[in-house]
């Protein structure tokens, strides 16, 4: 889906609990299909279905995927799985629908956070929430790469709202990272048990403390799906000046795929067909966390606006839908200097 077409729904699936049960990790996922009957769908790994889920079909409306995947047969001796929805013929789904999963116990160094931040982050809990990191942190260096202009190891790296850490824990050992948020405590927890990365408290105004060029890569998981227009406005210039020429800018926005998942509201549909940008309100889970609880929103965004409204700071790189947690689409930008 190269623009947003509410007409034409690409299939929807994603993972929300996925953690180690012993020798085996416990798996439970939701299929959206685009159409139905849908075609016949598989969880695999290396391209082969994965032993020992099952598949449970609501006509209609979903299919449920539920099970203990044995870790012995998930990585054969690998230390790392990639699970895909692939069809009969072992084609996968959808592009950037991959789940990447570490061998269990691999990064066991830095701790899950507390539930209260992991669910005020992305409403997950500790032990999926870092699943998801991993896997995230990995789609990530696929898709940037081809965009860098040096290895990973040398980036300055900047996480604009990093959390609680989700990606943190995964990219602070490369290079040089530099986590800011405007959760303090998110930002304490950081601080206080993820080493090798820097972490700083941001306030509300769109401008941080960093001179202009200071960072190769800039990372936003899910803080323009928050943002009011004016504030997306500001950050993307300030953004733009952080990062130096030549450098990437990943940002993530709820597109087709987020608005497929919550079955179209027309109100928010018709708004992005006249503006390409809908506000459908507060987000309640920064609720006193900041001096301001009408900041944090909830945003749709089109293609078509990114494209036209963006550009005055960003060359548009690439649009790679459903990237985030197979939902959100990822932005990938370069500065206009
Ligand atoms: C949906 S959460 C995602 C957190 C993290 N990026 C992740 O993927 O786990 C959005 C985060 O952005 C932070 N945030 C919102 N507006 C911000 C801003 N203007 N500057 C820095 N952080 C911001 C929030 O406090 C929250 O931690």
Not at 310 to 327: H, K, R, T
Request: some cysteine; hydrophobic content about 40%.
């Amino acid at each position: 889906m190269d623009s947003y077409d509410p007409g034409t729904p690409q299939t929807a699936w994603w993972l929300p609990q996925i953690e180690e049960r012993g020798e085996t990790i416990l798996v439970d996922g939701i299929v959206r299909p685009a159409a139905w009957p849908p075609p016949r769908l598989r969880l695999a790994a290396g391209g082969k279905p994965v032993p020992g889920v099952d598949y449970l079909e609501l006509p209609g409306e979903a299919i449920g995927l539920r099970g203990m995947m044995p870790v012995g047969a998930l990585f054969d001796g690998a230390e790392e799985a990639v699970l895909r929805l692939v069809t009969e013929d072992g084609k996968p789904l959808r592009d950037w629908d991959q789940f990447h999963l570490a061998r269990p116990g691999s990064f066991a160094a830095v701790p899950l956070p507390p539930a209260k931040l992991t669910n005020r982050a992305i409403w997950l809990s500790p032990r999926v929430f870092d699943k998801w990191g991993y896997a995230l942190k990995r789609k990530l260096e696929e898709a940037l790469t081809p965009h860098l202009h040096a290895p990973w190891a040398s980036l300055r790296l900047l996480d604009w709202g990093c959390g609680c850490g989700r990606l943190a824990k995964y990219l602070s050992g490369q290079g040089s990272y530099t986590g800011i948020d405007i959760d303090a405590e998110a930002i304490a927890w950081c601080r206080a048990n993820i080493p090798n990365g820097s972490f700083e408290l941001q306030g509300l105004e769109p401008r941080t403390q960093f001179e202009a060029g200071r960072f190769d890569v800039a990372i936003g998981i899910s803080i323009f799906t928050h943002l009011r227009e004016e504030d997306q406005f500001a950050w993307l210039k300030e953004l733009a000046r952080v990062v130096k020429p030549g450098g990437v800018v990943a940002v993530s926005v709820n597109g087709a795929t987020s608005l497929f998942n919550a079955s179209y509201p027309p109100s928010v549909r018709e708004a992005l067909k006249t503006r390409g940008f809908c506000d459908t309100g507060i987000e309640n889970t920064l609720k006193g966390v900041t001096s301001d609880d009408s900041y944090y929103r909830n945003i749709y965004h089109t293609h078509d606006y990114i494209r036209e409204r963006w550009s005055e700071w960003f060359e548009i790189l690439a649009i790679l839908p459903a990237f985030v947690g197979n939902m959100q689409d990822m932005i990938l930008l370069r500065p206009r200097r």
